[in-house]
């Protein structure tokens, strides 16, 4: 075994540890009481000393005056905080590989459910700042880019069920430096068009006239076909038209990487044009310059809190801009977009109460309900309310405060994340490290085996045929002599 394939086996099992120690087994459908806790439900205000009942991974009771069945499993969260588990609007988690395809454009072929990581251990630790749900994006190479799909983090399960059952999925499209590769330009090779924000808008306008047409071909076809024209051909299938079809039909949302104004007023434009609507404006850092508008188009506004000034198009940044947006009538959330940046997103929501005066409830809501509004999942997920999925966290103090640490993080009414198990299980899980290691260091230094000699013994080993010396150039041959001429002539002339 060599040192690599080494190495991965003591990854997958440090994984396994980590997910076995606190995941609830993914059979179970456990019977779950919070009580003693401040509620707080993002739509239907706070609940004191409020219960939470749980069965069959759905919210069953929410109120103060909840009796825990006999048979239920009690979580005494007395001093303590309840909230709708955390919904990332933009991540780029579990994904196995890079997530851009930049060799084009448009790469709507490209589908981010076909490489779901369920074990990568960002999920985890997204888990440990409390988030449970994630919308997974391609990255903003490409003016059109990959599927996306919204997931659950539900660690320790495969891959398969990590997807949000009934979530409509999108697509990724970019606007500015990104797919116009202002940054990542090859000396020598010939740049990738679109290489203006110009070009940028005539690729997206160029691919919706495609999907258009291929629409109204097929639209033409299952019209003869529903008439009884059995002598109707279909058209030819194009996968990647396919998406940008149900995008045109509202069976697929756009989320859209944007920054600066003026190209968010441009796609607006391009999706009036061609009848569909931008779900979301991605980062859309200046937004608060066009909130109005995105109001009115009907379009929701994924943001940074804070960030500015790392490119040239963040430098007109704010970190009044989720405020601002949502003074004028727009649904914002704030995003991660960094797997580190979703361990905090509480606090990331928490800066909007300093940075424009958004109340608790409404800097809550950030992450909670209104990404849920802007994936469509809101029916089920992003509140606490009767019949909606069991997806909470509970915090040791007011979540929009710094001092805010997650204990506990449920999915589906299953505990995937206890602070108090996961800090009980660390001297094992150093332990076991240090024993893998030590093994790994041990066979290295021992010789490698060597392989039995097959090779056969000297002996049998053929002599080596004995090479004529080379005649050197003065040595001439000489005349035979009178005996040797006699002998040639005996023998038929051979020498």
Not at 164 to 171: D, K, Q, R, S, V
Request: aromatic share 6%; proline share 6%.
């Amino acid at each position: 075994m060599n040192a690599r394939i080494r190495l991965v086996v003591l990854l997958s099992l440090l994984l396994f540890s980590a997910s076995s120690a606190v995941a609830t087994p993914p059979d179970s459908s456990p019977v779950i009481v919070i009580q003693n806790a401040t509620i707080l439900t993002a739509t239907k205000g706070t609940i004191e000393h409020g219960s939470i009942l749980i069965k069959d991974g759905k919210i069953v009771q929410v109120g103060a005056s909840v009796k825990a069945p006999k048979d239920a499993t009690v979580i005494d969260a007395e001093g303590k905080f309840v909230t709708p588990g955390i919904i990332d609007c933009h991540s780029h988690i579990a994904i196995e590989g890079g997530v851009n395809e930049g060799s084009i454009s448009v790469s709507s072929i490209a589908n981010i459910s076909e490489v779901l990581d369920s074990d990568d251990i960002d999920i985890y630790r997204d888990l440990a700042g409390g988030v449970t749900t994630a919308n997974i994006l391609h990255g903003s190479a490409n003016s059109i880019g990959g599927q996306t799909i919204v997931i659950k983090l539900r660690w320790g399960q495969p891959a398969s069920k990590l997807p949000f059952e009934g979530a409509l999925p999108g697509i990724k499209f970019a606007l500015g430096e990104n797919p116009k590769r202002s940054n990542f330009s090859i000396p020598g090779q010939p740049r990738r068009y679109p290489a203006t924000r110009m070009g940028v808008e005539e690729t997206i306008r160029g691919a919706f006239t495609e999907a258009r047409d291929y629409k109204n071909a097929w639209d033409a076809y299952n019209k003869k076909v529903a008439a009884g024209d059995k002598a109707a051909l279909p058209p030819r299938r194009d996968l990647r038209l396919d998406p940008l079809v149900e995008v045109l039909e509202g069976k697929r949302y756009v989320h859209s990487h944007c920054y600066r104004e003026d190209e968010i007023l441009m796609l607006l434009r391009v999706a009036k044009e061609f009848g569909f609507k931008v779900r979301t404006f991605q980062h859309v850092l200046e937004g608060y310059k066009v909130a109005g508008e995105i109001a009115a188009a009907g379009a929701g506004a994924s943001t940074f809190s804070d960030w500015w000034a790392y490119k040239v198009e963040a430098y007109d940044a704010i970190p009044y801009n989720a405020a601002l947006m949502t003074k004028r009538g727009v649904i914002v959330s704030i995003n991660s977009d960094d797997a580190e940046e979703a361990t905090h997103l509480n606090q990331e929501a928490a800066k909007s109460i300093k940075f424009g005066g958004l109340t608790p409830d409404e800097a809550l809501k950030l992450v909670t309900i209104n990404p849920a509004i802007q994936l469509g999942i809101d029916k089920r997920v992003g509140s606490i309310e009767v019949g909606k999925d069991a997806d909470l966290v509970i915090y040791n103090h007011d979540p929009m405060s710094a001092y805010a640490v997650v204990q506990k993080t449920l999915v589906d009414g299953r505990v995937l994340f206890d602070r108090d198990q996961d800090i009980a299980g660390r001297g094992a899980l150093e332990k076991e490290k240090k024993d893998l290691l030590g093994k790994e260091k041990a066979a290295a230094k021992k010789p490698d085996e060597k392989k039995p000699d097959t090779k056969k013994p000297d002996a049998a080993k053929k002599p080596e045929e004995k090479k004529p010396e080379e005649k050197k150039p003065e040595d001439k041959p000489k005349p035979p002599s009178d005996n040797q001429a006699a002998a040639t002539s005996t023998n038929g002339g051979a020498l």
